[in-house]
């Protein structure tokens, strides 16, 4: 396709149990970004990958939150140990290259239930 | 500690008026600020840049008017239009890094005819 794709669409786990979620940013995209989206707040950027390297990842709120990008293009967001705070939508989004537009486009995300 | 603030959750508006969202900002260093959209269900787009060395920018129906002295910029809609339903947020990075961009709460627009 010819967006940012995100898988899947919606993730409902049980507390402690391991999770995966998967982003496949637009061809050509070198940058992704991984954002998280609580209820009535706005997306809070967690980790910015410029190729297969993670170039800031201050965003990630604790050690249970990891993100790969191998090959410099799909980027998997994994989470150890769930807690029920953890529940949210998760954005992925890419850009052409660390530019200065700030244009992002996003995925459509992925919504995470911990019960 | 919240840097750009959108302090309106919701503004209803009859089509045809105009839509003015706020934003607020607290870092002197941001010097990109954008507006982006985002209807249910789907991921936010975008939809309005201004740089700080400009104080307004506009597309179409689409106006962002930046005031750094009193770290403010504001979105106008005019004429709004159904369609223009959904939820606004502000955002704002600065432009000597990687698109870190820091984002408002957002506010809900709802334009009714």
């Known amino acids: 396709g010819a967006g940012v794709s995100q898988t899947p669409s919606n993730k409902v786990t049980e507390k402690g149990k391991y999770v995966e979620l998967r982003c496949d940013p637009i061809s050509g995209h070198t940058a992704l970004y991984w954002y998280r989206q609580s209820l009535g707040q706005g997306p809070e950027f967690l980790i910015y990958f410029q190729g297969t390297g993670a170039a800031d990842d201050s965003g990630l709120p604790n050690d249970r939150f990891f993100a790969v990008r191998p090959e410099g293009s799909v980027s998997t967001l994994k989470i150890q140990r769930t807690e029920r705070g953890d529940s949210a939508v998760y954005l992925c989004?890419?850009?052409?290259?660390?530019?200065?537009?700030?244009?992002?486009?996003f995925g459509e995300g992925s919504r995470l239930t911990v019960l | 500690d919240q840097q750009v603030k959108q302090n309106s959750p919701s503004l209803s508006v009859q089509e045809g008026r105009i839509s003015i969202l706020n934003c607020d900002y607290t870092?002197?260093?941001?010097?990109?600020f954008l507006w982006y959209k985002k209807y249910p269900a789907e991921g936010p787009t975008f939809l309005i840049s201004i740089s700080s060395i400009k104080d307004k920018n506009e597309d179409g129906r689409f106006t962002v008017f930046l005031n750094k002295s009193a770290k403010h910029l504001s979105l106008h809609i005019v004429p709004s239009q159904p369609g223009d339903s959904a939820v606004y947020f502000c955002a704002a990075y600065f432009s000597g890094g990687y698109n870190k961009l820091i984002f408002g709460a957002g506010t809900r627009l709802a334009v009714h005819p």
């Open positions: 870092n002197s260093m941001f010097d990109y």
């Open positions: 989004a890419s850009s052409l290259t660390a530019g200065i537009t700030g244009e992002l486009f």
